[in-house]
């Protein structure tokens, strides 16, 4: 009975706000309401009649400025106000309504119809309720009017009471800030994330707090991410969405067995307190269990079209049987790979559905974005499996998965660990020969290429691993093609092998090649660590010169974050710097006495 009343309620208001539209004065209303209204609430006049007085005084009124002129409610024994001649109480008085009617529907359906100039002036009046604010912005969002639904709940976070927004406030939160990143708003994410923050109501300070450290985590700079993280749980201690960005930071940070711990740790407690249903503590239950596996479950459902073709590859990749050998032969310049017809037939027709070609100028990257089309090319892997026998389809796989996935260190396992074993094969067959494996000859890049997103893809989630098949990567390309030395150069220093770090940041570039800012911050932090200050002192004039804003960004505590407008920054830029502080600013906290020096140095610098 109810969901009738809401679907006549609705085709009524609309039809009364068409009328109203037509021409704003109330006697309009009244004659639509007894000749069109009734057929909306099937024939029952007395219903069409007590109804339009009601909507009438809620509905904004674009000659008044968009305020209402409502009507005086009649007493019991005065006239109604439906203008039949009969006292309220034997007219509209008597009359029930078979649900509610939301005090704010009339501004919901004009924020839904209003273009234009007539909506901004509408928002700007400021006499837009916050639920139909709220409302109206989600039905845009829902319908794909994604610049209409920006702009109404824009007006929604605008208001000066935040205290008295409305309880469905939270999503409607998270879907601007999610508009905003989509629609590359950048300024107004970050503007909107701080007024909530400074003097947002105690849960929505949370949820920014959650969505912050979230959003720390995607640009890599982890020890904001963790400042955010502890913040967020001193003001919602209690939030089970704590226990699933604790164990994504800390899989991040690279402590797979502490995530393991602390996601335990939350099951338990709010276990304990009861107020979860079955499906939140299961989902904490599979977390405590295994964290890698239960986010990369949640991430390849959470793909909607694609769930089912991720689920597939996943089951393939399990249970991919071991390479075959490639042929290799020595030439003058080393170890050439070349690709066989039978291989060069599999990377046809995978091709034919994969239908983009990589970016032979690029290290790892494609000349258009195949992901479009991947639930195509997925499933006919899934159905062509032998495909995996050519390195080219490992290759342009791997860049794929790694361009998607890479940055999330629960995928490793599932995706990229059965295509480095692959991988391996195929390196243990090339160092078998003792010579060089240089890229630009014959269709070694292929192997190259693939060997870099797997490294990249790894590099989160299995580190250890990563490194290893970066380093054998080195030994191959002695030219460093690839660019591994800086990322291997890190990894080191997060595993406190200092002495092999330093020994790395040593090799010398080729006479065309400009130092690495994160090599040679990678060579002071070393020296530092194993005290030649001297040297390290040295290292550090030799980044100054090489990037002037890189010392002062390091030792900030919150400097304004730069946008990357590239992957890889401009050297000497203030992005560069930035993009160096968001990799590697964790390992200078966690390097005892290492800032205070860096900050010593910055005034030894100034005084230069």
């Given at each position: 009975m109810l969901a009738m009343w809401v679907e006549q309620l609705l085709g009524y208001a609309g039809g009364a706000l068409a009328a109203i539209r037509a021409d704003e004065h109330y006697p309009s209303l009244m004659a639509w309401a007894r000749d069109e209204g009734?057929?909306?609430?099937?024939?029952?006049?007395?219903?069409?009649?007590?109804?339009?007085?009601?909507?009438?005084?809620?509905?904004?009124?674009?000659?008044?400025?968009?305020?209402?002129?409502?009507?005086?409610?009649?007493?019991?024994?005065?006239?109604?106000?439906?203008?039949?001649?009969?006292?309220?109480?034997?007219?509209?008085?008597?009359?029930?309504?078979?649900?509610?009617?939301?005090?704010?529907?009339?501004?919901?359906?004009?924020?839904?119809?209003?273009?234009?100039?007539?909506?901004?002036?509408?928002?700007?009046?400021?006499?837009?309720?916050?639920?139909?604010?709220?409302?109206?912005?989600?039905?845009?969002?829902?319908?794909?009017?994604?610049?209409?639904?920006?702009?109404?709940?824009?007006?929604?976070?605008?208001?000066?009471?935040?205290?008295?927004?409305?309880?469905?406030?939270?999503?409607?939160?998270?879907?601007?800030?999610?508009?905003?990143?989509?629609?590359g708003f950048n300024r107004k994410r970050a503007a909107l994330l701080d007024a909530i923050l400074e003097r947002g109501p105690l849960f929505l300070r949370g949820v920014a707090l959650e969505r912050?450290?979230?959003?720390?985590?995607?640009?890599?700079?982890?020890?904001?991410?963790?400042?955010?993280?502890?913040?967020?749980q001193q003001t919602l201690p209690d939030s089970p969405t704590l226990?699933?960005?604790?164990?994504?930071?800390?899989?991040?940070?690279?402590?797979?067995?502490?995530?393991?711990?602390?996601?335990?740790?939350?099951?338990?407690?709010?276990?304990?307190?009861?107020?979860?249903?079955?499906e939140q503590l299961q989902f904490l239950a599979d977390l405590a269990d295994n964290p890698g596996a239960t986010l990369a479950e949640q991430m390849v459902n959470s793909e909607e079209a694609l769930a089912e073709p991720l689920m597939g590859l996943q089951a393939l990749l399990e249970a991919l049987p071991t390479a075959p050998r490639l042929q290799f032969e020595v030439g003058d310049e080393g170890t050439e790979y070349r690709s066989t017809a039978r291989e060069d037939t599999f990377f046809a027709a995978w091709r034919e559905v994969f239908g983009v070609d990589v970016d032979e100028e690029a290290a790892?990257?494609?000349?258009?974005?195949?992901?479009?089309?991947?639930?195509?090319?997925?499933?006919?892997?899934?159905?062509?499996?032998?495909?995996?026998?050519?390195?080219?389809?490992?290759?342009?796989?791997?860049?794929?998965?790694?361009?998607r996935f890479g940055s999330l260190p629960w995928?490793?396992?599932?995706?990229?660990?059965?295509?480095?074993?692959?991988?391996?094969?195929?390196?243990?067959?090339?160092?078998?020969?003792?010579?060089?494996?240089?890229?630009?000859?014959?269709?070694?890049?292929?192997?190259?290429?693939?060997?870099?997103?797997?490294?990249?893809?790894?590099?989160?989630?299995?580190?250890?691993?990563?490194?290893?098949?970066?380093?054998?990567?080195?030994?191959?390309d002695e030219n460093d093609?690839?660019?591994?030395?800086?990322?291997?150069?890190?990894?080191?220093?997060?595993?406190?092998?200092?002495r092999e770090a330093l020994a790395l940041s040593d090799q010398p570039q080729g006479d065309d090649e400009a130092p690495l800012l994160g090599v040679l911050m990678g060579r002071v932090l070393a020296l530092y660590r194993l005290e030649r200050f001297d040297a390290a002192e040295e290292a550090l004039d030799a980044v100054d010169a090489l990037n002037a804003h890189v010392v002062a960004m390091l030792c900030a505590d919150n400097p304004r974050p730069v946008p990357l407008a590239v992957e890889v920054p401009e050297p000497g830029t203030k992005a560069e710097a930035w993009q160096y502080r968001a990799l590697m600013r964790d390992q200078w906290?966690?390097?005892?006495?290492?800032?205070?020096?860096?900050?010593?140095?910055?005034r030894r610098l100034a005084e230069r």
């Open positions: 009734v057929g909306y609430l099937g024939g029952n006049i007395a219903q069409a009649q007590a109804l339009a007085p009601e909507l009438w005084n809620q509905t904004p009124l674009e000659r008044l400025d968009f305020a209402c002129e409502p009507l005086a409610r009649p007493g019991r024994n005065e006239p109604c106000w439906c203008d039949s001649g009969r006292k309220m109480k034997h007219c509209c008085g008597a009359v029930s309504l078979p649900g509610a009617v939301p005090p704010h529907l009339m501004w919901m359906l004009s924020l839904r119809d209003w273009k234009g100039d007539t909506l901004k002036a509408a928002l700007e009046s400021g006499r837009a309720p916050a639920q139909a604010l709220l409302e109206a912005g989600l039905i845009a969002a829902e319908g794909g009017q994604r610049g209409r639904a920006q702009q109404v709940l824009e007006t929604l976070f605008q208001a000066a009471d935040w205290d008295h927004l409305p309880e469905q406030a939270e999503p409607a939160f998270e879907l601007l800030i999610e508009l905003y990143q989509e629609r912050l450290c979230l959003m720390h985590l995607d640009s890599d700079d982890l020890a904001s991410a963790r400042e955010a993280f502890v913040r967020a226990a699933y960005i604790e164990a994504m930071l800390l899989l991040h940070e690279g402590h797979p067995q502490e995530a393991r711990e602390r996601a335990d740790f939350w099951f338990r407690r709010l276990a304990r307190q009861g107020d979860l249903d079955g790892l990257g494609f000349q258009a974005d195949p992901w479009p089309q991947a639930g195509d090319w997925l499933n006919a892997l899934c159905a062509h499996p032998e495909w995996l026998d050519s390195p080219a389809v490992v290759q342009t796989l791997s860049m794929a998965l790694a361009s995928m490793a396992e599932s995706f990229f660990a059965p295509l480095a074993a692959r991988l391996e094969c195929w390196l243990e067959q090339i160092e078998e020969h003792a010579a060089p494996f240089v890229w630009d000859v014959a269709d070694n890049a292929v192997l190259l290429r693939a060997g870099l997103a797997l490294v990249v893809g790894m590099e989160r989630g299995d580190r250890q691993r990563s490194r290893r098949l970066a380093e054998r990567l080195l030994v191959l093609s690839l660019g591994l030395r800086e990322l291997v150069l890190d990894q080191l220093l997060r595993e406190g092998r200092d906290v966690a390097t005892r006495g290492a800032l205070k020096w860096l900050a010593e140095q910055r």
